[in-house]
């Protein structure tokens, strides 16, 4: 073969190549993912995460009780679902009580920040909130989250005489900035199971910002019963929660709590303050209960009736009826105008007198033993007619401070002088 042939061989297959070129169809013009094989931009293994949320919650509720919602967060793909966030903005009708797990973010807006949920897994969240009307309560609750690819790019050594990138951090709030908390509680150490116990917790801010979002709950034992709460505390089975909003630096807050125990040893509760950026502060208080003490009085008058210038005597019994003693008794009574004090049977001190009669106070007698019983005796003149009332108030450790157990008997004393003098003039009459 010449080497002209040659060369018009060459030049026929170069053109039949780039007409061939020329009228095939531009690469991008197919859509991505077409049947005809190319690749598609998704990976196919693994899909992408489909995160799906479910609430199950009462379909009514007596108006008063608190609503329990189960969250249910589920990953239904085999891929990993990052920042996973559920969120739910509190209906305007209802107030937080507690969830578990404890919300990351509360607020207006309470935030749950799940992180990474693996490919199937399942997270629950139940959330009870407490309404404070009677209007029905619609409550939202939605999830977000990021599916992404992380990759790694090898740098080459940095060219002589070049510097290193300047890495800005990221602004923030300093650690001396925070918020401080203090947190304490003042209560009895000791207490009986019947008797209701009375605590104060007290949480200062110390810190040089404002706290935001603070929480205070406080988690009781299973043995502790709430009987009150200071507002705005709200109290769901064992827990007590205060929603206080932001605390400025140097605010304190004070709140009441009141509780029984339902068995003797002894039993304990964490108070915790929270509040955003991760401020917290957490203290226990416990309290020794002994067995149930428990008192009854008697008073009684020896008579019913009783004319002026007579006299009688009112016996006090004081009866110890529980399994665990009395300690440190006291009994006031108080003798109206209509009875003249004589004597009784224990020592006692007379109070300043009052218009009405006066008081007078026994000697503190330091224990009853359970199941025994102590008698105090007042004697006294009748000196007045009418409807009169002998008074007694009993303290005892056992008994809430301030509230005394009263005991009142009513005698009814007659005036019979002027019918004697009458009588006795008759008779010197009838005489002469």
């Known amino acids: ?48 995460p489909v995160v799906k949320i479910k609430v199950r919650v009462p379909a009514s509720a007596e108006p008063g009780q608190p609503i329990e919602y189960r969250i249910c967060v589920e990953n239904c793909s085999t891929a990993e679902a990052h920042h996973v966030v559920v969120k739910n903005a509190l209906p305007g009708n209802a107030k937080f009580v507690k969830s ?30 407490q309404p404070t009307s009677k209007d029905d309560v619609k409550n939202c609750v939605r999830v977000q989250f990021e599916h992404g690819v992380c990759l790694v790019t090898r740098l080459s050594a940095l060219p002589p005489g070049s510097r290193p990138p300047v890495i800005t951090p990221v602004p ?20 009986y199971t019947n008797l209701p116990s009375k605590y104060e917790i007290t949480l200062t801010n110390k810190g040089k910002t ?48 009141t509780l029984r125990a339902t068995d003797k040893g002894e039993h304990c509760f964490q108070a915790t303050a929270k509040a955003d950026l991760g401020v917290t502060k957490e203290v226990e208080f ?36 529980g399994s665990e003693p009395l300690t440190n008794i006291e009994l006031r009574a108080f003798i109206p105008v209509a009875l003249k004090l004589e004597r009784a049977n224990v020592e006692f001190d007379e109070l300043e007198p009052v218009k009405e009669g006066r008081w007078i106070k026994f000697k503190k007698m330091p224990k009853i ?22 008074h007694v108030e009993v303290v005892a450790d056992q008994l809430e401070v301030g509230r005394p157990v009263i005991e009142e008997e009513i005698t009814n004393i007659v005036d019979d002088r002027e019918k004697v003098k009458v009588k006795e003039l008759s008779r010197t009459k009838v005489q002469q």
Request: net charge negative.
């Open 1 to 48: 073969m010449s080497m002209k042939t040659t060369t018009s061989l060459v030049r026929m297959i170069f053109g039949i190549a780039l007409f061939a070129a020329l009228t095939a169809p531009f690469s991008g013009s197919e859509p991505v993912g077409s049947p005809n094989g190319t690749d598609d931009c998704l990976p196919k293994d693994p899909p992408p």
């Open 100 to 129: 578990d797990p404890e919300p990351t973010k509360q607020g207006p807006e309470l935030q749950w920040n799940l992180g990474t949920v693996g490919g199937g897994a399942l997270r629950e969240i139940v959330l009870v909130l």
């Open 172 to 191: 923030g709030v300093k650690p001396e900035d925070l918020p401080v908390f203090d947190l304490s509680v003042r209560g009895p150490k000791d207490q």
């Open 210 to 257: 404002k706290a935001m979002n603070t929480q205070v709950n406080v988690r009781l034992a299973d043995k502790l019963k709430t009987v009150k709460a200071s507002d705005p505390g709200v109290a769901v089975e064992n827990v007590v929660v205060w929603n206080l909003g932001h605390l400025e630096p140097g605010a304190t807050k004070l709140f009441e709590l």
């Open 286 to 321: 416990c309290t020794k209960f002994a067995g149930a003490a428990a008192m009854s009085i008697e008073m009684f008058g020896r008579e019913g009736a009783l004319f002026v210038g007579g006299k009688t005597s009112y016996p006090v019994v004081i009866k110890s009826q």
């Open 369 to 390: 033993d359970g199941n025994a019983q102590v008698t105090y005796e007042i004697f006294v003149e009748a000196v007045q007619a009418g409807v009169t009332r002998m």
